[in-house]
Each structure stands twice: as C-alpha cells, then as structure tokens.
C-alpha cells in the first residue's frame, strides 16, 4: 500500500473504521487535548476535528496511535516487514555477495534503491495558495495549546527543514514551536539535533541568517522520518522513499532554496538569525512533566503556502503512552538491525513507554564472555542519540525484553548491586529533570544477565531456572478435560 498524501492516508484509515470524525464543536485550547488523551489511553483511533472553533481548517490527531496505524501508515500491515527489509539493505551493503545469482539480486535491488530517491517536480499542491509579507499570519491555523500551563500554542507535528551550510544536504526534523505572534514562533533545536548544528555552524560562520522551511502533513511516512535519528549527511527523504518504495516529490520553496515535501498540506518559509534567541516553554512534554521556559532560537515566517482548504495535523504529548510511543517503537524496530552491525550480539531491545525513550533502554545480548554486558552498554552509550540514555538494562538472549514482568523479576534476582551496577557520566537530553546540570549528567547500565566464575570473582555455580519436564506437560494437556477444571 502508498499514500500520496496525508488524504489518502486519512480515506485508507476511514475505510478500515480506524478514523472518526468528531462535528462537534471544540477548542483548539485544551479541549482537544482531553479528547485526544482519553482516545490515545484507550486504545482509541484516529481523529478528525472539523469543527475547531473559530477557524476553517479540520485538525487530524493521533493518526499513529497504534501499532497497526504505525505499520499502515509505512505502507506494510506489520511493522516486522519493515525490519525485513531493512535487513535486506543491510546484506546488500555488509561486504560482497556471494554467487553469480547473488550479485545479480544485489544489482537489481541497487537499481531499484536509485528509484526511491527524492524526485523535484515544479508545481506542487502545497503551493497553491501562496501568502506572503504582511498577510502572513499563523492565528490562521488551528495551531493547539495543549496543556493549562503551556506558554502559548505549539505546532507539535512540523517536519523542520534545514540545509548544512557548508554541504548543502538538507535535514528534516520534528521540533516543537510556540507561536509568539502572527509571523514568529521559537524553534525548540535541542543540543543534540542536526537542525541545531546548522544553526551552530551559521553561526560560527558568520551567516546573516539561516533558511528555514516547515511542512505540516504529506504522506505518513515522510512525516515519520522526520522523528529518525539518522546520521548528519544521512538524507530522510533517502529513507522515506525507501520505506514508500517510491521517491518523495519536492518541490522549491517559494522564497528561498530549500526543497519541500509537494503533497505537504501547509508550508511555513522563513528564517532564524544566529545569535536571536527568546525564551520559549513551558511546554507539557513527553516525559509527562513540563519542561520548563528557556532560550532558543526565533523562527521568523516571511512566506505562508498551503493547499486549498488545508488540513492541520498534530500530535499531543505528555505522559506517556501517547502517539510519539508509536512514532518511537517504529525507529527501535527499524534501528536494531544496525545497531546489530555494530554490536553483533545484541538480540533485543525495548525502550519502553515509561521510559521517555531517552530514560530506560533494556537489551538482551547473546554473552560469550566476561564482561560483555558491559562492554554492550558502553557500545550502546556510543552511538548517535543512544548516548542521552539515562538507563540501561542488559538480560541474556533467553529473556524477553517486552515482558516487563520478566524483566523485573530477573533484574531483582540476578544483580549484586555492589557488582553488577555501572556508573558513567556524559550528555543528556536536554529534557532531563533528574540532573541538577543541564545538558550533562549521570547514567547507570545494570547487569542483569547469568555471571560465570571469571566475573565479580563469583565462587557459586549459577543455579538454573526452575521449569516442568516436557514430557509431564505434555501428559497434563492431553488429560486436561479430564480434570474437570474448565
């Protein structure tokens, strides 16, 4: 399945009775935001606002709030799909394939990956409503306040574009932005991001200003890549296009040069000044806390383009799950076949829901020798934004890292706290409310995994599980009904 834009993702939702429409008139102030929380905590749909108060635009929420949107919305029914083929990009690159037959596979399947790149066309539907200068105004929209103490209204779900300044490959992230007035909103560049290294550097090079462009809406899949932690000079819409198995169309931005995704339901223009920075938050966040007012940069909006009657799309978030849950699972399952080529004995992974993401990541690893627990959460610590995790948690292959439970129960079993924890200090989210620093703090890995003698100078055998011989399970499913138990 492909979705050209987010209205054909919208008609596919509807028919499988996964979308609702709400007529009912609500605000975009909270109100929203209570409907959207009580679905997303229910297992609920997704949800078309068509009558926002005061303004003409519907607004589309929670449209990845599940597993099987998530799955739908990359064009596959399960989400193991998508690993599959991840995976089998990742043969294709990780050294020469063997046989004539092989070679002839990996030609085609290259050939085909050259199909997906992004492709420039001239006209798009996002441009057909242009608004520039003095008529710009972004009170126009929808745009939601999501929680009582918020500083003002945020756009949750924009896909920021940037172009490194001195590569030109452009970037696109989702950043959250409060709108201070009609034409300027802040623009939350975290310390980690690639949007804010661009600023960084447009600022060290002594740039006047930095091009700015936002997309609201387009295909899901693009919008999801957005959300990817992928490497600087890695382009998402290289990814995108993979996972649509078609190439995204972009098109140029009206008053500047950056390509914009052309099936976008609305286009912000602009730019933000090095050194220009206000202060921005409260913020209600996904770590279910408020993160608090501090300074970041100014997004100046000189252009406003959109399609005829556009629709605004938006996320809340909070405490968790919510959407972002969804949006998140999809990055672990797709990252861990790369992350395996790294650190080959890695099997599993589970960031889970309570964890913020960048709070408690658990693992399973297949061990092979003393002290390989440890040397998988230094590897993990390493590599790109896995290095803001707060908490790692490392079991045995034979664990499951998504049963909670078991997790648990291992974790209190298997550790001698004296031995088994591991302190470290380096960056953190910037969203951390546990460090008395901003920016810079500690992290702990727990080894929970069977020791052997050679570590912590152990002088017990590990005594094994306890579990029922095969062959009296057997015997008791074949009697069952004969219990009587039911």
Known sequence: ???????????????????????????????????????????????????????????????????????????????????????????????????????????????????????????GPCQEVVISEDEVNLYKFPILKSWPLDGGPFVTLPLVITKDPETGIQNYGIY???????RTTGM?????????????????????????????????????TGSA?????????????????????????????LLVPAQAEIVLEGYVTPGEERLEGPFGDHTGYYSMEDPYPVFHVTCITHRKDPIYPAAI??????????????????????MKLILPELVDINMPAEGSFHNLVIVSVKKEYPGQARKVMHGLWGLGLMSLVKTIIVVDHFVDVHNISEVA???????????????????IDDLDI?????????????????????????????????????????LVDRKWNDYGIG
Not at 332 to 338: I, S
């Open 1 to 123: 399945m492909k979705f050209k834009d987010l209205r054909e993702f919208i008609a596919f939702l509807e028919d499988k009775g996964a979308l609702r429409r709400i007529t009912s008139p609500v605000s975009h102030e909270l109100e929203i935001t209570e409907i959207t929380d009580r679905v997303i905590k229910s297992g609920g749909p997704a949800l078309l606002f068509e009558n926002v108060t005061g303004f003409d635009a519907p607004v589309l929420i929670n449209m990845f709030g599940s597993q099987q949107r998530m799955s739908w919305a990359l064009g596959v029914d399960s989400l193991d799909d998508v690993v599959g083929r991840v995976d089998g990009l990742l043969n294709l690159t990780h050294g020469p394939p063997q046989g004539l037959i092989n070679k002839l596979r990996t030609l085609g399947q290259l050939v085909r990956l050259g199909s997906f790149q992004p492709k420039t066309v001239n006209h």
């Open 176 to 182: 959250r932005m409060q709108v201070y007035d009609q």
């Open 188 to 224: 939350h560049w975290q310390t980690h991001k690639v949007g804010t290294r661009h600023y960084r550097m447009s600022h060290e090079l002594g740039l006047e200003k930095l091009d700015v462009a936002v997309a609201l809406g387009g295909d899901p899949a693009t919008i999801w």
């Open 229 to 257: 932690p992928l490497p600087p000079d890695m382009d998402e819409m290289a990814l995108a296009g993979f996972l649509r198995e078609e190439g995204v169309e972009l098109v140029k931005a009206k008053t500047n040069d």
């Open 317 to 338: 978030v909070g405490r968790p799950p919510m959407e972002d849950y969804y949006m998140g699972k999809v990055t672990e399952r797709v990252f861990l076949p790369m």
């Open 409 to 427: 129960w291992r974790v209190t079993n298997n550790i001698d706290p004296a031995q088994d924890f591991v302190f470290s200090t380096g960056p």
């Open 434 to 474: 546990g460090s008395p620093t901003p920016k810079f703090g500690s992290k702990v890995g727990i080894d929970a995994t069977i020791k052997g003698p050679h570590e912590g100078g152990r002088q017990r055998d590990w005594p094994p599980d306890i579990a029922m011989d095969p062959a009296i399970k057997e």
